[in-house]
């Protein structure tokens, strides 16, 4: 009877020992850097890039893991989960997108996942990685024209390069709404040149504009494609611009509220 005590007891000593230092234990599969390699961007050197992917987390251990906040260490990184516990030894899948933009080259970006594994709460990094190659790069990105005044002119310069180890090469280039640029093809870019676009424009009316610069080329992977420009045209003498109403917190009605004031009978 003694004997079978002491069995009982040890049984229970270990169960409870085995519930006590039962734990969820998390691990990255495939390690802890995410890595997009070369992505190269074609069709359009002002092309905004998304990439996507998906890890995997498996729970090594002997509890549910239950994985609680993921942080990012930027707004352009944004996770997917569905906070489902994984229970011991399945896995669970962390989607991941990250919005590069017009960003080139070698970028490194960073995610922390905290789970109920991790008494310390540090988390677990990650690195996310990935080359973003662009066989053409324009700097800066759109023709931003200084503000003028009527009858004046404005000036503004792009550069356009060839990052490729190929020519590349344009058939035309076509300005609109009264953009004027100094480059209409065609021409060539030769591998690792810089091809500098000088634009121009008269100021006609006051107020904002815009236009674009059509580049169509022969090469299938860049369909046409626009640079875009905008600026600021003044009046010469000051005048307002009528379609431009402005208020004055300090003038109000007799209730208290402020006054809007109607636009200017004489632009009618």
Wanted: glycine share 8%; charged share 20%; net charge positive.
């Amino acid at each position: 009877m003694r004997n079978f005590l002491s069995t009982v007891m040890i049984g229970a000593a270990l169960l409870i020992g085995s519930i006590a230092y039962a734990q969820p234990k998390m691990e990255i599969i495939g390690g802890e850097t995410c890595d997009w390699g070369k992505v190269t961007v074609k069709n359009n050197p002002l092309k905004m890039v998304s990439l996507d992917t998906a890890i995997w987390v498996k729970n090594v251990g002997t509890k549910d893991l239950v994985i609680d906040t993921i942080r990012v260490g930027c707004g352009c990184t944004t996770p997917h989960y569905n906070h489902d516990p994984i229970k011991p030894g399945e896995t669970g899948k962390i989607g991941i997108g990250l919005n590069v933009a017009l960003a080139s080259g070698e970028l490194t970006k960073t995610m922390t996942i905290y789970a109920n594994d991790d008494p310390s709460k540090m988390g677990k990094l990650m690195y996310l990685k990935a080359n973003i190659f662009r066989p053409l790069t324009l700097t800066p990105q759109s023709f931003n024209f200084p503000e003028i005044h009527v009858g004046d002119t404005s000036h503004f310069f792009v550069n356009l390069k060839n990052n490729d180890t190929k020519p590349f090469k344009i058939e035309r280039m076509l300005a609109t709404k009264g953009m004027i640029i100094d480059q209409k093809g065609p021409v060539t870019i030769q591998p690792g040149d810089t091809l500098r676009i000088n634009g121009s424009y008269i100021g006609r009316e006051r107020g904002y504009w815009n236009a674009n610069v059509v580049i169509e080329t022969p090469d299938p992977d860049f369909p046409p494609f626009e640079i875009s420009a905008y600026g600021q045209v003044k009046d010469n003498e000051g005048v307002v611009d009528p379609s431009v109403i402005t208020i004055d917190p300090t003038k109000k009605d007799k209730k208290g509220n402020i006054i809007i004031p109607a636009p200017s009978a004489k632009h009618h």
